[in-house]
């Protein structure tokens, strides 16, 4: 099991903020308790694009230094994309394949 951190730098108030999301929810909350962010943070797959935290980037060290993996925000996109349509999120790389050949796919059956 894997927790993962990606690169996004979005503004929220005086904080900067990225995205931290795991192989599982039960990881995903492990980390988040391990690192000092409060469950209230959780955003739910039901409301969201998957389950996750968006963390400040001072958290985002804490995770890294507790092993989490650092991802681009497009390797997170791509694996909640995949979440979503296979229910895992695979690694990184096999989940940014599987993004692209997914569009490359549709782009084929939009010119046919």
Known sequence: ????????????????MCHMLADSDEELHAMAARIGVARRWWQSPQKTSGSHYDIALSKRA??????????TWRQASAMNARRRSEGALGSPEEASQ???????????????
């Open 1 to 16: 099991m894997t927790v993962y951190v990606d690169d996004m730098r979005a503004p929220y108030g005086r904080m900067i």
């Open 62 to 71: 804490l995770a890294v230094g507790h092993g989490a993996v650092e991802i």
């Open 98 to 112: 599987w993004l692209n050949a997914r569009h490359a796919t549709r782009q084929t059956e939009a010119t046919t």
